[in-house]
T-cell receptor, first 112, second 112 residues
Framework: DAKTTQPNSMESNEEEPVHLPCNHSTISGTDYIHWYRQLPSQGPEYVIHGLTSNVNNRMASLAIAEDRKSSTLILHRATLRDAAVYYCILRWTQGGSEKLVFGKGTKLTVNP | DGGITQSPKYLFRKEGQNVTLSCEQNLNHDAMYWYRQDPGQGLRLIYYSQIVNDFQKGDIAEGYSVSREKKESFPLTVTSAQKNPTAFYLC???????????FGNGTRLTVT
């Protein structure tokens, strides 16, 4: 199974940028990199995803290493509402059943 | 609005009873997933289904059963064989491989 590794926790100050890393050294050529975040007692929320090129949307940016073995989710200006657990996962695109595996994620604390 | 509905939000059962958690989606998604989350932990995959009438075991399927008779519905039964059923259960769906996951808001099951 494709696997990702993230730090258990990170801390940031409000209105500062946050860089959340993810290692995925066993990624295959057709795997998409997805990021989700989860607030307490809620289901995870989709943040962003990408394949090879860097991606931007209204929530965040995703920077993907050239060898695709790692990626970084960038929150440009952290707010208190960004405090959550962030998960990085790989999604298969090849044949066979897709078994989606989540790790423990990174708990982001945002200080006022 | 399209989305995933999990019901009920809170569920209480006595030990030894089977209980069924509902998951309905009106997003016309083919793939559906069930995850379990324990306090302070990540998501663990219970069962997943790529298409109607087909499903596969995830990492912790023992003590659980599912059915996928309709595209919109993927109910999860927690049987009396599940040793530690108290947890937060999350259902998700996806239109196709590689595309974003949509999660429900979860059902918190307490068994005493």
């Amino acid at each position: 199974d494709a696997k990702t590794t993230q730090p258990n926790s990170m801390e940031s100050n409000e209105e500062e940028p946050v860089h959340l890393p993810c290692n995925h050294s066993t990624i295959s050529g057709t795997d998409y990199i997805h990021w989700y975040r989860q607030l307490p007692s809620q289901g995870p929320e989709y943040v962003i995803h990408g394949l090879t090129s860097n991606v931007n949307n209204r929530m965040a940016s995703l920077a993907i290493a050239e060898d695709r073995k790692s990626s970084t989710l960038i929150l440009h200006r952290a707010t208190l509402r960004d405090a959550a657990v962030y998960y990085c996962i790989l999604r298969w695109t090849q044949g066979g059943s897709e078994k989606l595996v989540f790790g423990k994620g990174t708990k982001l604390t945002v200080n006022p | 609005d399209g989305g995933i509905t999990q019901s009920p939000k809170y569920l209480f059962r006595k030990e030894g009873q089977n209980v069924t958690l509902s998951c309905e989606q009106n997003l016309n998604h083919d793939a559906m997933y069930w995850y379990r989350q324990d306090p302070g932990q990540g998501l663990r995959l219970i069962y997943y289904s790529q298409i109607v009438n087909d499903f596969q075991k995830g990492d912790i399927a023992e003590g659980y059963s599912v059915s996928r008779e309709k595209k919109e519905s993927f109910p999860l039964t927690v049987t009396s064989a599940q040793k530690n059923p108290t947890a937060f259960y999350l259902c998700a769906s996806s239109i196709q491989r590689g595309s974003p996951l949509h999660f429900g808001n979860g059902t918190r099951l307490t068994v005493t």
